[in-house]
């Protein structure tokens, strides 16, 4: 996972409150994505940006938000958690030649 | 229709054996694509890319067929390592779509 790190590795929420999931890169890349996986799942685009300043919704962007001030960090933010929230969400970076997507190792989040 | 289908499975196989998977995708102007591998409760890595004359490399093989829009993933002589979920991959723009996954077992 050299170059994409994704913080905390797991949480658990109670309904209602807030937080932020951090990724971090050091690879220098403009296209980065936040995905969610539910249990037997495939992964769902939650919001993307093409570069610092820019941002745009995926499949299920409801109940998130994200900012990307610099190329390095692309928060994404839950403002107030619900129990449909609970999923494993990762970070990705994508390859500028190859189209290549590198993951974070994932962030495992429960809200009761 | 789902942008891109996947048989979830799963597949039971012996070691040794070859297993297939196919992936439809429903966007006709997409550009890449690509098989990922992910192993329980892990990240998807990327296995292969898909090329449109196909490719291999080493006991997998890719194949891309635009015109009825699919791509496959040939395993020959499977190990019990390839145990996990094989997951296709369709650039549409921007964004990268995924299936929901082909879960492969092998075993003794």
């Known amino acids: 996972n050299a170059g994409v790190t994704q913080t905390p590795k797991f949480r658990i929420l109670k309904i209602g409150q807030s937080m932020t999931l951090q990724c971090t890169q050091d690879?220098?890349?403009?296209?980065m994505y936040w995905y969610r996986q539910d249990p037997g799942m495939g992964l769902k685009l939650i919001y993307y940006?093409?570069?610092?300043?820019?941002?745009d919704k995926g499949e299920v962007p409801n109940g998130y938000n994200v900012s990307r001030s610099t190329t390095e960090d692309f928060p994404l933010r839950l403002e107030l958690a619900a129990p449909s929230q609970t999923s494993v969400y990762f970070c990705?970076?994508?390859?500028?030649?190859?189209?290549?997507?590198?993951f974070g190792e994932g962030s495992r989040l429960t809200v009761l | 229709r789902k942008e891109v289908e996947q048989d979830p499975g799963p597949f039971n196989v012996p070691e040794g054996a070859t297993v297939a998977f196919n992936c439809t995708y429903s966007?006709?102007?997409?550009?890449?694509f690509f098989w990922y591998r992910q192993d329980c409760r892990k990240e998807p890595k990327l296995l292969m890319s898909v090329y449109s004359s196909g490719n291999e490399d080493g006991r997998f093989t890719a194949q891309l067929n635009r015109a009825s829009q699919y791509i496959s993933l040939l395993i020959r002589d499977s190990k019990l390592s390839d145990s996990a979920t094989y997951l296709c991959?369709?650039?549409?723009?921007?964004?990268?779509?995924f299936g929901k996954g082909t879960s492969l077992l092998v075993t003794p």
């Open positions: 991959v369709v650039n549409s723009g921007y964004a990268l779509n």
């Open positions: 990705a970076l994508r390859g500028a030649n190859t189209g290549e997507l590198f």
């Open positions: 940006s093409v570069g610092a300043g820019i941002t």
């Open positions: 966007n006709s102007a997409s550009q890449s």
């Open positions: 690879m220098n890349h403009n296209y």
